[in-house]
């Protein structure tokens, strides 16, 4: 299983930005899918993007398409999320996902072995 820890998350305007961090503690980082996916109070969490192993392919929810951009550094073993025309909606805590076996659309639905904490993402209007 892999230890995740995410950073970045704060409050911002309307309109902001935010880069949210993942920094993955595993010796292999190379080949593990990262996904993010966020929770809002009283919702179910929901997808958010995804990346491939070799980082050749990103996947992204329609609601964020086009503000948001998922990469990774695979020297840095981290995963970023740039979070750009930031909305109230987005508001959220903000959850890092990884898995070394699964295809990405499996961890795209969620099926995930190591999750991280959280990192709270607040959009004032």
């Known amino acids: 299983q892999v230890q995740l820890v995410e950073s970045g998350g704060g409050l911002v305007q309307a309109g902001g930005s935010l880069r949210l961090s993942c920094a993955a503690s595993?010796?292999?980082?190379?080949?593990?899918?990262m996904a993010w996916f966020r929770q809002a109070p009283g919702k179910e969490r929901e997808f958010v993007a995804a990346?491939?192993?070799?980082?050749?392919?990103?996947f992204y929810a329609d609601s964020v398409k086009g503000r948001f951009t998922i990469s990774r550094d695979n020297a840095k073993n981290t995963v970023y999320l740039q979070m750009n025309s930031l909305k109230p909606e987005d508001s959220a805590v903000y959850l890092c996902?990884?898995?070394?076996?699964?295809?990405?659309?499996?961890?795209?639905?969620?099926?995930?072995?190591?999750w991280g904490q959280g990192t709270q993402v607040t959009v004032s209007s």
């Open positions: 990346i491939t192993r070799s980082a050749w392919s990103t």
């Open positions: 595993t010796r292999t980082f190379r080949n593990v899918a």
């Open positions: 996902a990884a898995d070394a076996d699964r295809d990405i659309a499996a961890i795209m639905r969620g099926m995930c072995t190591s």
